[in-house]
């Protein structure tokens, strides 16, 4: 059994550990499921070493920890795990994001056996779907994320939790139901029938798929992805379902569950169906340039903390769009790396919401005032999580933001010109948020207001470490990524000759 | 043919002889039986039917003795195939039987399992006929072995009223299935279905095609396609729940069976340019079946509708008509007896003792976990949701659609999965989300727990490792005889 299945499925067998312990041991049961998320993360770190990102990029996608098996011959279909540039520092920072959520989920006082099956249960599906390499087992994860976290939301979540939960699951099997008639168009369109990516990557690479075949199942993807990215018009259940979830769904939503809508235009649409992409660049931009700026206008209308925190996301994913759409080295770094900036940069501000939400169960903006002397820990953190987000240079969200940009420049001035504005008010939010909350007179109500304990600590700390060194010296993730998104950007030479 | 002669094939309806003299027994035996005893009547239903299923492997094993083509019935793979899910869900639903009353509240077990062995020779008449008239004269012995049952229990008005309801609608539709027959046999001077295809030479005549319309119809009651399905709610609320588990599974596979015999291979749709109005019903009987059920708050009136629902997915395997179409319906129709079983035993072991409302079901993860993590996941699997077998089963199907580029039918089959989540969802919701309103545990007999047993592993293990089965299914994509001569 190769590492990639070991870190996809040590989270089952805790899943599967904490069925057989009595609902009472509730210590037991998080333990076991902190030990799982840990086992995963260490499994993947171990994978980290061995993890090498340009020896093979010569001659393609540096795919590696390959296991493959045939799984379902009658229809061709094969266990196939591997890893490249693209998928590895996703899987990464899943695990890590997960280890730390369980940690947090600590807090969760109400059937926590429940709890913490579902949660190990919706990392194996998410650990899945970036490992995949073969679109029926990519499927299988992708609908096994959907059930857990409906689950998830519905029980643990806040006062509209049933709607949510039930928005979340019909909109995301909506698109992904399109999706599946994609896959299916695509496995009759080759020959020999087959399921595997890389096969189908090659097959595009040889012209195998008419230009009006790959639009219409580039549309299909669409459907099944853009939901979960969420691209404009799809997003609407993103603020519904993030709000209501308890905070460490939250973070695993806005951290993991939105890369696999970008990470598989990228690993599908873009890689398998370049003619279809291509056509569909223009749509693409303004779609970035929509989800940018609305996103960032939504924000600024909330005074809510944590749906300030949801739009932000929808803001912050239309800068991996518009990296997306730059076709090239520096835009899918950017894109990529935005994804890993946004998974820890906002799962850091959903812990932290739910740290105050905790405490004086409100998140309403104007209900606070001054709190920077009362809880200067948490006021510190907060202020730095909330700059690294708006993009403040030296902290991870600069340079993301920045590579997207200057990726999509080269191609889209209008768009990129147009989006920049969203940062402008992406940065107005955050200071009108840290103002209203942590300057001013302290509201007498909150004068007792306790700082963070130490689980919240073990959460957010190892967030914050991580934003200022990846603002600082990137190319630790960077280099991890770069020769996989070079050969990327490279794979089909004839792109643009048709949108320019 | 002069005098007495023995028809030629007779041998190879042993199971079903062997099934309709064990009925008759039971009949006779109940006279002595009183209602403490009269358990062992339907354990002894139960082994008998057992039996012929384990006898199914004889004709499995020694081809060349046992199957073969009769005077009026093929015993081909496909039939086989069909006849193990029969009496499977048999065995099953006599298990159910067993447990679902107290031994003194039963009222005449041997008659009860008497008629269910009775419709399941029915049944396995039905998908191996080649002849309407036998056609007819099995599908009249399923259903009114199944008009008995749906009402047995007398006393209660409902069981009453669904068994007048499915009594008329059958009645209805049987003498339009004789009329039809009328016609074919008017229009080409035969019932028998291998010597019709030769005869239809340039076009099928307007009264043939007329008359295979009528048969649809008869067919379409017993599948419950939408719009012959007005009687299934009422039916299968008023029914014990072991004859409802028994009507949503067995008399549907045997009616898909026996169309796909009759419309696949012995006179092809196809040909008869009937494609397009099959396309039509099975996406009208998943479209209506999945939103009259979301407004439902009766557990087997919301599993009525979804049954007709399923009935139009399994539709589209008989509509692409290609192989990977029929493999498609067999498999479904093999994932779809673990999954629904599943759902009506949990359904009975909850309903019980709260009834049948969706409030019955509140809160049960904290009355029985495991009970309701089961459920879930026939729940999940009845909507497609992977890892669950209800996946493959629509995968494949989706996939024959496609491959045979029925486009729309497609689109509407996974639109329709996504409405079906709403309501499969909706008892999820009652079960995880909502507060019990006891806290007493749920629990389950023997019987019941074993039922559950099978299906939750026949969910997951074909979910996860379908090959087998696909592979199975693929062998029993066979009729008898292998080619039917053409025009």
């Avoid at chain 1, 933001?401 to 147009?418: R, V």
Wanted: hydrophobic share 55%; aromatic share 14%.
């Amino acid at each position: 059994m190769g590492i990639l299945s070991v870190i996809t499925f040590l989270p089952l067998l805790g899943a599967l550990a904490i069925l057989f312990i009595p609902k009472e041991q509730v210590k037991a049961i998080r333990a076991t499921g902190i030990l799982a998320a840990l086992a995963s993360l260490a499994a993947s770190l171990y994978a980290l070493t061995s993890y090498d990102p340009g020896s093979m990029a010569m001659t393609g996608l540096p795919i590696q920890f390959v296991e493959k098996f045939s799984w379902i011959p009658s229809f061709n279909i094969h266990y196939h795990m591997g890893v490249d540039g693209l998928s590895f520092p996703i899987v990464l920072l899943t695990t890590f994001l997960c280890f730390l959520a369980a940690v947090y989920s600590i807090g969760i006082k109400e059937r926590v056996k429940e709890f913490y099956f579902w949660y190990l249960v919706l990392e194996v599906g998410m650990l899945g779907v970036f490992c995949a390499l073969d679109m029926f087992l990519f499927y299988m994860f992708w609908e096994l994320t959907l059930v857990p976290m409906y689950f998830l939301i519905g029980v643990w979540g806040g006062p509209k939790k049933e709607f949510a939960a039930i928005k979340f699951f019909l909109f995301t099997l909506f698109g992904s139901v399109f999706m599946l008639l994609g896959i299916l168009a695509l496995y009759f369109q080759t020959s020999p029938h087959t399921f595997d990516m890389l096969e189908m990557m090659s097959a595009a690479a040889s012209g195998a798929f008419p230009r009006e075949f790959q639009i219409i199942v580039f549309l299909a993807f669409w459907l099944g992805l853009a939901v979960k990215v969420p691209a404009f018009p799809f997003h609407t259940w993103l603020p519904l379902a993030h709000v209501e979830a308890p905070t460490p769904v939250s973070v695993i939503l806005a951290g993991v569950l939105l890369k696999m809508g970008v990470y598989g235009i990228l690993r599908i649409s873009f890689s398998i169906l370049p003619a279809g992409y291509e056509w569909f660049l223009p749509y693409m931009a303004v779609i970035a340039f929509i989800n940018i700026v609305y996103g960032a206008l939504c924000a600024m209308a909330q005074t809510d903390m944590k749906k300030m925190v949801a739009y932000s996301s929808i803001n912050h994913m239309g800068y991996c769009l518009l990296g997306m759409v730059a076709v090239s080295a520096t835009g899918f770094n950017g894109a990529v790396l935005q994804m890993i900036n946004h998974g820890l940069i906002t799962g850091a501000l959903f812990f932290l919401v739910g740290v105050i939400y905790d405490r004086a169960h409100t998140r309403d903006i104007t209900a606070f005032g001054g709190l920077g002397a009362r809880v200067p820990v948490y006021a510190g953190l907060m202020a730095m999580t909330c700059f690294a987000s708006l993009g403040l240079p030296g902290l991870a969200g600069f340079v993301s933001e920045f590579l997207c940009f200057l990726g999509a420049f080269d191609k889209w001035k209008l768009f990129t010109i147009l989006s920049v504005s969203g940062i402008l008010v992406t940065a107005a939010f955050f200071l009108r948020m840290l103002q209203k909350v942590f300057l001013g007179p302290l509201n007498e109500k909150w004068k007792d207001l306790p700082d963070m304990d130490l689980r919240e600590l073990v959460s957010v700390v190892p967030l914050a470490v991580l934003m200022l060194a990846f603002g600082i010296w990137p190319r630790w993730v960077l280099d991890l990524m770069n020769p996989t998104m070079t050969v990327m950007a490279k794979m089909f030479p004839g792109m643009f000759a048709l949108v320019r | 043919m002069q005098g007495l002669s023995i028809p030629q094939g007779l041998n190879l309806l042993i199971p079903e002889f062997g099934l309709s003299v064990m009925a008759l027994a039971l009949m006779v035996l109940d006279l002595f039986f009183d209602a403490k005893r009269g358990k062992a009547l339907m354990a002894l239903g139960f082994v008998a039917a057992g039996v012929a299923l384990g006898s199914l492997g004889l004709a499995y094993n020694a081809p060349e003795a046992y199957q073969g083509l009769g005077a009026l019935w093929a015993v081909d793979p496909m039939a086989l195939f069909f006849k193990a899910i029969i009496l499977g869900t048999t065995v099953f639903v006599l298990m159910l039987s067993i447990d679902y009353k107290p031994a003194s509240e039963l009222r005449h077990p041997g008659s009860f399992t008497a008629l269910v062995l009775l419709s399941a020779v029915g049944m396995m008449l039905l998908v191996s006929a080649t002849d309407l008239l036998m056609i007819f004269l099995s599908l009249e012995l399923v259903s009114i072995s199944s008009f008995i049952l749906v009402g047995y229990e007398r006393r209660d008005l409902k069981s009453s009223e669904g068994a007048i309801k499915y009594f008329l609608f059958g009645a209805f539709s049987s003498a339009i299935f004789v009329y039809g027959i009328s016609f074919i046999y008017g229009a080409l001077g035969t019932t028998h279905l291998i010597d019709i295809r030769p005869l239809l030479g340039e076009g099928p005549a307007l009264m043939f095609l007329v008359g295979c319309l009528f048969l649809v119809v008869g067919f379409g009651f017993k599948v419950s396609l939408v719009p012959f399905h007005f009687w299934v709610p009422d039916a299968y609320e008023g029914a014990p729940i072991p004859v409802t588990t028994y009507l949503s599974i067995a008399p549907k596979a045997a009616a898909l069976g026996v169309m796909a015999r009759v419309f696949n291979h012995l006179i092809p749709h196809t040909q008869l340019d009937m494609q397009t109005l099959f396309a039509v019903l099975a996406v009208a009987t998943m479209t209506v079946g999945n939103l009259t059920a979301i407004f439902q708050t009766n557990v087997k009136r919301l599993l009525a509708y979804s049954s007709i629902a399923q009935a139009g997915y399994m539709l589209i395997g008989f509509v692409t008509a290609n192989q990977l179409g029929r493999e498609g319906l067999l498999l479904y129709a093999f994932v779809y007896v673990f999954m629904n079983l599943g759902v009506f035993t949990v359904a009975m072991a909850v309903g019980n003792e709260d009834g049948y409302e969706l409030e019955a079901f509140d809160g049960l993860c904290r009355r029985n976990l495991g009970l309701s993590l089961l459920m879930a996941s026939f729940l999940l699997s009845l909507a497609g949701i992977p890892p669950f077998a209800g996946f493959i089963g629509k995968f494949s199907l989706f996939a024959a659609a496609v491959k045979d580029g029925f486009w729309w039918l497609a689109v509407a089959a996974v639109l329709n999965s996504v409405v079906s989540v709403y309501y499969y969802m909706k008892i999820a919701y009652h079960m995880f989300f909502r507060n019990p309103r006891t806290l007493e545990p749920v629990r389950t007999e023997i019987l019941v727990t074993g039922t559950l047993a099978v299906a939750a592993l026949g969910v997951v293990v074909i979910g996860l490792y379908p090959e087998p089965f696909i592979a199975m299914a693929h062998l029993s994509t066979e009729f008898l005889p292998v080619s039917v001569p053409l025009p």
